[in-house]
């Protein structure tokens, strides 16, 4: 299991949690976190300045993502899903499509056309807005969650 992310976690906090949840996850399934370089974005960016950041970003990504993998693109525009749901689609994947599931992580700005297109499933976590950082301790717990639940095992509610 993978995930690749735009951008650097810099805060002790954040990487403090990022840690525990990689620690518990390697209790069943080997964890890779890959970081790509973002880009400067600037508030005075056009519209195609935009695209460009967005462009270059979705290249890193992509550079990381092998042909097989099962991409799983964290997304505003994705599908919603309970952490049930999730656990059984991590658990089918594992089952009848591949060993290797890529969850993306995009840049502030968004994603390129070629990283949505490249993405097996788009998963919405929230309809609200989370700083990028907090998104990644967020789906390393429902990746977590998703393991407690395929092995039957307790965890809290």
């Known amino acids: 299991m993978k995930l690749v992310a735009v951008g650097k976690v810099k805060e002790k906090s954040m990487r403090s949690l990022l840690d525990e949840y990689a620690k518990r996850i ?37 550079a990381k993502i092998k042909d097989g993998e099962y991409v799983i693109l964290l997304d505003l525009h994705g599908n919603a899903m309970s952490s049930e749901q999730l656990a059984a689609k991590i658990d089918q994947i594992f089952t009848y499509q591949t060993s290797q599931i890529t969850f993306v992580i995009g840049g502030s700005l968004g994603l390129s056309d070629a990283v949505i297109k490249r993405a097996d499933l788009r998963l919405q976590l929230s309809t609200m807005t989370f700083p990028h950082q907090l998104c990644r301790v967020l789906i390393l717990e429902q990746i977590y969650r998703a393991f407690k639940i395929m092995n039957h095992e307790p965890y809290h509610k």
């Open 26 to 62: 390697s209790a069943y399934t080997k964890l890779e976190i890959i970081e790509v370089a973002d880009e400067i974005a600037p508030e005075s960016n056009s519209a195609a300045q935009n695209e460009q950041v967005m462009k270059k970003e979705g290249e890193r990504l992509l």
